[in-house]
């Protein structure tokens, strides 16, 4: 391999890895804030980037609301102890999260609590069994 072509590698990589760190920002959520809000599981979307859950919640006038809650990876979800299978139609839940800068009613999820009691998310520590 030539220096020159060696260096040509070189050079891409180092262009590559700055897009991999890009990834896409936070921003949008608020950070300083949580949320709580207690629903049905509509959709429990097991996807890369991110994994999404979407909600079902009864609005203070009664009447229900969808909201969509950003999770992590399935790779990071999966070494945590989740699986496609942990969330599903009809479960009822208890969803902290960082609500949206803008209102919408979507969020960053930090905890979800199961109906059995479990409590998953990066803000809490996993008691489902690792999915082997």
């Known amino acids: 391999m030539s220096v020159r072509f060696g260096l040509t590698l070189l050079l891409l990589a180092a262009v590559q890895s700055g897009a991999a760190l890009a990834h896409h920002s936070t921003a949008m959520f608020e950070p300083e804030r949580r949320i709580t809000l207690n629903g049905t599981i509509k959709e429990f979307q097991w996807t ?4 999404w859950i979407q909600v079902s919640v009864l609005g ?10 950003e999770c992590g990876s399935p790779n990071t979800l999966s070494r945590l102890g989740w699986k496609p299978s942990t969330l599903k139609p009809g479960d009822t839940v208890a969803i902290v999260a960082n609500p949206m800068k803008d209102g919408t009613h979507a969020g960053l999820m930090y905890t979800i609590k199961l109906a059995d009691g479990r409590m998953l998310g990066p803000g809490a520590a996993s008691t489902e069994a690792p999915a082997r």
């Open 48 to 51: 890369n980037p991110h994994a």
């Open 60 to 69: 203070a006038d009664g009447k229900p609301a969808d909201w969509s809650f």
